[in-house]
């Protein structure tokens, strides 16, 4: 039998890696730009990839990301545009088949969560959201995928929207520290958190208190828990299990995203004997 876990795997990290201002403050002013990537990987565990969203990638490419990047590193993938940036999500199934066979397995185990973003203008159709949820795999080949659904409009938060997530195993993204909807509900085993509150005046990103805050939530969601100050919508309880959360420092004063991810993960770090 196998040994149940205690805790899921926590990955704290970035959006996206070349980004010409972190040149200087996060990247050291002599680094070449083709190694940013194997830096940025060896001061983060995980990268939340943007380009997916804009274009197809080469299979070539992804193999390259995976060859750069450390034995433990993880990647998640913000889908296309052209699935989730449409009238009606239920006539997407072809460029989700599309983008899922075009390479993103290469990525073998580091291949994490996949990021389906809608539009700010899309409001919540029950019949089209469920359509388009069902034409997402829970498996690709061998491979278990994890999907997590980021919605930007408000009337996804309601009950029904929760539910329809919980019942087809795809996590909300919980778009924190933002203007966009927030959604604590645990909907499948994994966590994705996308954090966009940086600010100009502290060093960090964000203030100390506010990282001891996110950190107890994060470790809370890892252990099976659920932070008491996020109250869900549904009222009836996820199972308790432990669950693999994905954090990634977005947007806001963007510069400073990358200190404040190493800042989250040194609170998250198992206390030395």
Known sequence: MLARRS??????????WTYAPWRGVFYPRDLVQRRELEFAASRVSSIEIN?????????????????????????????????THRRALASAGTTIERFLSGGVLQLQDKLGAINWQLPPEMSFDPGDFEAFLKL?????????LRHAVEVRHASFRCATCVALARHYGVALVLAGDSQHP????????????????TQSGQPLGYSLPDLDRWAQRVRRWAEGG????????????????????????INGFKVANPAAAQALMQRLAPAKP
């Open 136 to 144: 997402l795999p829970a498996r690709l080949e061998s491979r278990a």
């Open 182 to 197: 927030w959604f604590s509900d645990l909907t499948t085993s994994s966590v994705y958190v996308r954090l966009m509150g």
């Open 226 to 249: 659920a932070p008491s100050d996020l109250p869900p919508l549904l009222t009836e309880a996820a199972p308790a299990e432990c669950r693999d959360v994905f954090v990634y420092f």
């Open 51 to 83: 380009g997916t969203f804009y274009a197809a990638q080469k299979p070539e490419v992804f193999v390259r990301w995976r060859e750069e990047t450390p034995a433990d590193f993880v990647f998640s993938l913000k889908a296309p545009r052209y699935a």
């Open 7 to 16: 805790t899921g795997d926590i990955r704290v990290g970035i959006g996206g």
